[in-house]
Structures are given as C-alpha cells and as structure tokens.
C-alpha cells in the first residue's frame, strides 16, 4: 500500500495528557507502517501533562505514579495492527525514555523498579510527542460544533483571543478528569458561600501555602474550638494523595478523620487475575453491570495504593467514618469562622463534626466537555449515552447522531483500563481504528 492509498482522517484530541500522547504516538507508528494516515492534532491550555507535573494543580509533581512504569504508551503490545506496530511502539516505550537519560534506566532498575513521579512522568510524555514529531495547539478549547459530517473546533490562543481551527475534524477525543466537583458550602438560610479552609483535590496543590500555614496554626487555644484537625471526605486515590502529602508534612500526630462509604482504604496491589481484566477485553464484556461497576471502582477510583498506605499506616491519629456528607454549612464561633460538616453514617445516624480544614476529595466532573457542544442530544440521559459506547469509545446511535465523539474516560462498559494509564496503547488502538 502506498502512501496515496491511504485515507487521510483528521482527529482532534482535547487536553494533552497521556492519553493524547498516546494516540498521537501509535498514529505516528502507523503512518511509517502505511498502515492508516490520522492527523492528531492535540489542544491543550498549559502544557503536555500539565496535571502531572505540579504547577496547575491536581498533583505537586512529587506523588508517585499509582500505575507500574512498564504500562506504558504502548502497553498491553498487542495492538490489533499486529507485531509490527508492537515493535515500534516500543521506540516510545517508559525504557527507551530512560535509555535517553544517562544513567536513568539501570538507576531504576537497580532501585526496584519503582512507578515514577508524577513530574517525571509528564517528562515521559513530552519526550514521546517530540519524537513523534507532533506539535500540540496552545489553547483552551471553547466550542466543538458540527459542520456537516465534520467537527470545527474553537480555542481560546496564548494571547486570548478567539481563533477557528482552519480544518475541520473527522473526530473528537475528549480526555481529563475535568474540574473538581465541589460539595455544596451554605451560610445561614441556605446561601451559598465559600471559606478559605476548604480545599479540593484540583487546587489542594495550587494552595499548598495556604495548607502550610493552617497546619502551623494547628495545636494553638483557638484550635480547641474544632472537634478535628483534619476532615478529608472521600476515600480514593485523591483523599489518599492529600492524606499522605500532610501525613509528610507535619500532621503525623494530628488528628485527621476519613469520611468515606465504606469506612476503609482499599488497597490496590498487582493481582493476576484483576490485572488480566485490564487486557483481556473479552471477559469483561461477560460481567453483569453491577459486577462492572464493582470491579471499576475498586480497581480505578475507591482504591490507594500500597506506597501511599505505608504512609497513612504510620498515623497516629487517623479515624475512617462510614457515611456520607449531607452538607456543610458555615456559622461563627467565638467571632471566628466555623465549619459544620453533617453527615450521614452508614447506620443512619447523622454526625456534625466541626473540622479546622477540611478537603472535599470525592471526585471530577468527567462529563465536564458537555458544554463546549452547543448541539449535545437534548433530553437523553447521560448514563444511557455511555452505556451504548461503541468498541472504539465513541457515542453511538440511537441516542447519538453528531459526528465521531470519543469519551475513554467514561468508557466503564467496554472495558476497565481506558479510562485510566492501564492500556493506553490498547486505548489509541480503538480510537484509531475508527478511521481506517
């Protein structure tokens, strides 16, 4: 096949994280091999693996990666382009990487093979997209609309101000977690209000100042008035990132209390048979839905992993409550600002507890993309528009009739690893094969 035989496709991915570098990498692998000629043209406001690296919040860039170093861009190398593509992805591989690096690579392996940090990671992404030759939009994406059977995509540049992508677009891959999804703060009769003690798990990192000061005021007379230190509600990969960072920074004998659904912090360790759930796409189809959302939640969201538990383990006064916030409300104690947290125990009973700081941990808006389209279906309900995801992560009919929208981060029902690091390269697999 040459060159001239293939069909040139256009596909425009919003937000450059891994799962950008990745699609933009394994088309990079398939063009040399005139196997498929897609264009991926990446839109992103910061920087490649912004949210890995420590300046724009979601991380401080010194957490270490919950995902082992070896799933990597190409991983789990069995792409449905057969060996050939395997074998040149590994040019883009976590190894080769550090093979670049003097020294990296035996460093690593001679420290136990250790996940990398999240700083390093974005490092890992970067050096991949440079070498696939692919240069990323500088830009917030504004709007994505539809013109004909094609996407046109709006962004905000550098300089503010509005600018049309000059082509349009076959596709459209929406990737992120999205913003924060903050719980409900009210003052008095219901109005909603805000307090500079209440921390989330986007801008967590970006006030870490702010976080350092309230610790050192921790153990003064004033502090007597709260009934804990430290409130974190939630009990995943979020709440355990934030839990560890303070467990590091002078909190290991300050009493933090843990409101999750399950009054426990799984611990996600290797295990052959749920790591196999990861590559063997076929048995996760033959799982009912409620073992799919089980398994999805234990394995990617309400789940820590054993590095950070080794931390929070050495805790000398850590409590994990079963229940739920049913709200948080704002009054005044002594002429200071309090925070009444009320939840709903797993029993029924409700509790107030009256934290000094508290972090909302419980999650992202992953269908945060939803206001960029004008045309999105009116009326259809968001879960039935994800459980009738095709195999290649887009929406499909009868509920959808725009061009090709793919949404990995929503992706349960296909399978348990697109919507996180586990088979990136089985993830740009599926999208891809949409425009052969």
């Known amino acids: 096949m040459t060159d001239r035989d293939l069909s040139h496709r256009r596909l425009a991915v919003v937000g450059g994280g891994p799962k950008a570098v990745a699609l933009a990498v394994k088309a990079r692998v398939l063009k040399s091999l005139k196997q498929q000629d897609t264009e991926v043209v990446i839109f992103e406001k910061n920087s490649i693996g912004a949210a890995w690296e420590g300046n724009h919040g979601f991380s401080d860039g010194e957490q270490q990666l919950c995902t082992l170093a070896e799933?990597?861009?190409?991983?789990?190398y069995?792409?449905?382009?057969?060996?050939?593509?395997?074998e040149h992805m590994l040019n883009y591989s976590r190894q080769r990487f550090l093979l670049s690096r003097a020294h990296a690579y035996s460093n690593w392996v001679d420290a136990g093979r250790k996940p990398p940090k999240h700083k390093m990671f974005t490092l890992y992404l970067r050096w991949a997209l440079k070498r696939a030759h692919n240069i990323p939009v500088s830009g917030k994406v504004t709007q994505v609309h539809q013109s004909g059977t094609q996407w046109v995509v709006e962004y905000e540049n550098s300089k503010g101000a509005s600018v049309k992508y000059e082509d349009p677009f076959d596709g459209v891959v929406m990737t992120g977690p999205g913003p924060a999804r903050p719980l409900q703060v009210q003052r008095g009769a219901g109005q909603p209000a805000t307090c500079s003690r209440i921390f989330n798990g986007e801008d967590f990192w970006l006030r870490l100042s702010e976080v350092k000061a309230l610790i050192a005021r921790l153990g003064t007379p004033a502090s007597a008035e709260f009934d804990t230190d430290i409130l974190i509600v939630g009990g995943g990969g979020t709440a355990a990132a934030t839990l560890a960072w303070r467990l590091s920074n002078g909190c290991m004998s300050h009493a933090i209390e843990v409101v999750a659904t399950r009054a426990v912090l799984h611990t996600r360790v290797d295990s052959l048979f749920e790591n196999r759930l990861f590559s063997e796409e076929e048995t996760w189809k033959t799982l009912s839905a409620?073992?799919?959302?089980?398994?999805?939640?234990?394995?990617?969201?309400?789940?820590?992993?054993?590095?950070?538990?080794?931390?929070?383990?050495?805790?000398?006064s850590l409590t994990v409550r079963d229940g739920k916030v049913k709200c948080i409300e704002?009054?005044?104690?002594?002429?200071?600002?309090?925070?009444?947290?009320t939840m709903t125990q797993g029993n029924g009973t409700e509790v107030v507890i009256k934290p000094h700081i508290l972090i909302d941990a419980t999650g992202f808006d992953a269908r945060w993309f939803k206001a960029l389209l004008p045309q999105w279906p009116a009326g259809v309900r968001d879960d039935d528009l994800e459980t009738s995801l095709g195999d290649e992560l887009q929406y499909m009919a009868p509920y959808w009739n725009l061009p090709l929208l793919h949404a990995p981060m929503l992706s349960k029902r296909v399978g348990p690893g697109f919507a996180s690091l586990m088979v990136l390269g089985g993830m740009?697999?599926?999208?891809?094969r949409a425009y052969r």
């Open 71 to 76: 799933r990597d861009l190409g991983f789990p």
């Open 290 to 316: 409620d073992s799919q959302d089980e398994v999805f939640n234990r394995l990617n969201r309400g789940v820590v992993w054993a590095t950070v538990i080794d931390k929070v383990s050495a805790a000398d």
């Open 330 to 341: 704002i009054g005044t104690f002594n002429g200071r600002e309090q925070l009444s947290v």
């Open 428 to 432: 740009s697999d599926r999208i891809l």
């Open 78 to 86: 069995k792409s449905m382009y057969g060996a050939r593509a395997d």
